[in-house]
């Protein structure tokens, strides 16, 4: 069941917390927090979660196309560049994929951590663009890490999940 309420949503009171940690707990069979619950994550929460998201970019969320994991880690690492505001300059990832190709590491997937940690500072939608356009040219899945998406300390710029990036195109 899809609940129309967002999980992160800023409440109150202590009372409306601890009724919405009730109404998450709800949606996790058996209440089995443990690390054996779906390696999807939990279904009630992706169900939220897919609303949330249709909810904001306008576009609809399957929520068996969300992951909900811990983490990951980059087998080709890449620094976001401070003088251009904290963008991703495609051209030096192109050259560090033909790098680690050029020593045999198979790259499949480019996880982009939007907005980034821990300067909270947005990507620009057509930087983003950039960046889909690139996966789509080297076959490579796209994750979005973009959890903190109601935290964007710049007001200049503006949050674009890469899901409407990606349905927009």
């Not at 390696?39 to 992951?67: E, W």
């Not at 690492?77 to 994929?97: A, R, S």
């Not at 045999?104 to 983003?128: C, D, H, K």
Request: charged share 25%; net charge negative.
């Amino acid at each position: 069941m899809i609940r129309e309420a967002p999980i992160f949503s800023v409440r109150s009171s202590n009372s409306d917390s601890i009724e919405r940690a009730f109404q998450i707990l709800d949606q996790i069979p058996g209440r089995a927090t443990s690390a054996y619950s779906h390696s999807q994550g939990i279904k009630g929460l992706r169900d939220t979660i897919a609303f949330g998201i249709k909810a904001h970019d306008g576009f609809p969320a399957d929520p068996n196309d969300i992951f909900l994991t811990d983490g990951a880690s980059p087998a080709v690492p890449y620094y976001l560049d401070e003088e251009t505001g904290w963008g991703f300059e495609v051209l030096k990832l192109e050259n560090q994929l033909k790098t680690a190709k050029s020593k045999g590491i198979n790259i499949r997937a480019l996880f982009v951590i939007n907005l980034g940690n821990p300067t909270r500072q947005v990507l620009v939608e057509a930087n983003q663009r950039e960046i889909v356009e690139l996966c789509k040219k080297e076959g490579l899945v796209l994750l979005g890490d973009e959890v903190y998406q109601e935290n964007v300390y710049v007001p200049e710029k503006q949050f674009h999940s890469f899901k409407k990036v990606v349905c927009s195109i």
